[in-house]
């Protein structure tokens, strides 16, 4: 039997090893490697990374959403049971009944040809035992508490009628109905304006407080990580490169990757100065060596950086680093 | 006054963009409705022979004009209508459900499933429509049962590829992912979520294929592989008046005019049923 690693709490999601590949076993392309995290009960966790780092690929493979020729391997414990070798049945009880998903592009993500309380009532009906009048009121009800107004009338409105902050809001709907303990948040704010990511981004943290729920947040948006998380895995062509508390990382970032993209965030005050990038370009999959796959861009290289690749070591209290040259990138 | 001209502009508006659909839809509205109830329309007996009144060019008593055996033209046109919409509707209906069904459980599954339906497409479209059609009648003896039989053989693998390639579409979607997050079984996907969306285009070429059918069907009647004489049928009267068009012209023509009606009705349908789905996405 497989066991949940030991730990002094025990992690409500535990992921270990995760690795997506695609291609063919002789040229191989590894869209994530070995990614390792856990979320706590109740924590708000952040993944970010650039496009393409394999961020929104790990929280698919998740939920087992990613699909042949692709191939997953690795442990996804979810309150001590493998998701990887539940039996189907046992998945779609977890989909949705216990960890829920929302997604980038609310559009697309509703089904255009269903109005949104049927599909609110369908996700009630497929978890949970209401009658079809319960149905009716607890979609009301949740229409209510993500903060659309006028629920009564607008929950026969089909996604189309909805503006898009609305149809986030209708997405995460459908997506508590079924009381989940977790949710699995996909860039859900990159679609939005900054206004209307700001109301769903406190309608998130809210809800977590009041239904008692941990949050995974994949986004690029290292300003919505400071708002929003507990704590943060960064993470760099498939592998997590830096974990730990967010106000740690945001202090004293311990990779020099992460040290990178805190200062390309354009920072207030200093009006009209360039903004500092990252030099280079991130890795393609065809093209992984055999070291750090951040190496050929980083200011710390040092030659054991190119020997392999660095293991995710923890270096101080909760928070590790993939980082041969941490002290140094602390001391900037 | 204002909220009257507002609305006025509203719905001329609504139609200006819709008149395909709706004039369409009337039209088809009036064929059903002759279909249902032919006797309405006419007084005479569309079998019933008069002698007393052959091939009589049109006039007040006989719009249409008579046949070679005194019958009236206009009458057989309208009874006809009754046999040509059943020809619409029987050899499309099993195509259009059967089609439906494999192209989503292929166009989902793929695999195998798809791979065994590819040949079979290409088997049957390698063959033009008119002549495996007519060679399936030949084989088992002609009449209307036996033409349902033979397109719906054929038919449906055109809506299958059409719904086969929209599902495949679909089921990439992020509203699909979203489904399978929220923990719903493949067959509530399949056709609670991915069919609704994916069966527009096979709706729009059903429209098209009534009247594709209809002309099939007044094909093979013209044929003697279809409706069989003396039943009223758009290509049986059309045969029935071939041999006289030099000097009984609207033995032929009438029903030809029927023909072309119920086409542009269908299309019309169809052009306009495709517009508003186009609109909605």
Known sequence: ?332 | MTFATLTSATISRAVGRRWTLIIGSILLGLLILVALVPGFFTSYDPLAFDYKAIMQPPSAAHPFGTDNFGRDVLTRVIWATRIDIQIAVFSTVFPLVFGTIVGTLTGYYGGWLDAIFGRLVDLVITFPFLVIVIAIVAVLGPGLVNMYIAVSAIGWVFYAQLVRAEIRVQKQSDYAAAARVLGYSEMRLIFRHLLPNSITPAIVYWMTDMALAILLGSSLGYLGLGAQPPTAEWGVIIADGKNFMSTAWWMSVFPGIAIVVAGVTFSMVGDGLADLFRRRR
């Open chain 1, 1 to 332: 039997m497989n066991q949940a690693p030991a730990g002094g709490r025990e992690p409500l999601l535990s992921v270990r090893g995760l690795r997506v590949a695609f291609g063919t076993p002789r040229h191989e392309l590894v869209a994530v490697d070995g990614v390792d995290f856990d979320v706590q009960p109740g924590e708000v966790l952040g993944l970010a990374g650039e496009s393409g780092s394999g961020k929104s690929l790990t929280l698919r493979s998740i939920l087992r959403l990613v699909k042949p020729p692709a191939r997953v391997g690795g442990e996804v414990f979810w309150r001590g049971r493998d998701i990887m070798r539940m039996a189907q049945a046992e998945v779609r009880r977890v989909r949705g009944g216990e960890i829920a998903m929302i997604f980038q592009e609310p559009m697309s993500a509703l089904n255009p040809v269903l109005t949104v309380g049927m599909q609110i009532r369908e996700n009630l009906e497929e978890h949970t035992d209401l009658d079809g009048a319960g149905r009716q009121a607890r979609a009301v009800e949740l229409l209510d508490l993500v903060g659309i107004p006028a629920s009564k009338s607008r929950i026969d409105d089909y996604p189309h009628q909805f503006s898009g902050g609305m149809r986030q809001r209708a997405m995460i709907a459908i997506a508590l109905a079924s009381n989940p303990r977790l949710l699995l948040a996909d860039e859900p704010t990159t679609a939005l304006d900054v206004t209307i990511q700001d109301q769903i981004l406190k309608l998130i943290l809210r809800l977590r407080r009041d239904l008692n729920m941990s949050v995974v947040l994949v986004t690029h948006d290292l300003g919505v990580i400071a708002q929003t998380c507990d704590r943060l895995a960064v993470m760099y062509a498939g592998r997590v490169v830096e974990a730990g508390p967010v106000a740690d990382i945001f202090a004293q970032p311990r990779h020099a990757y992460t040290l990178g993209l805190l200062n390309s965030v354009p920072r207030g005050g200093a009006l009209r100065q360039p903004l500092s990038s990252i030099a280079g370009q991130p890795p393609l999959l065809s093209d992984q060596q055999g070291g750090c796959a951040f190496a050929p861009r980083c200011p710390f290289v040092v030659p054991e950086c190119a020997v392999a690749k660095p293991p995710l070591v923890g270096i101080a209290p909760m928070h590790d680093s993939a980082c041969l040259q941490h002290r140094k990138v602390a001391q900037r």
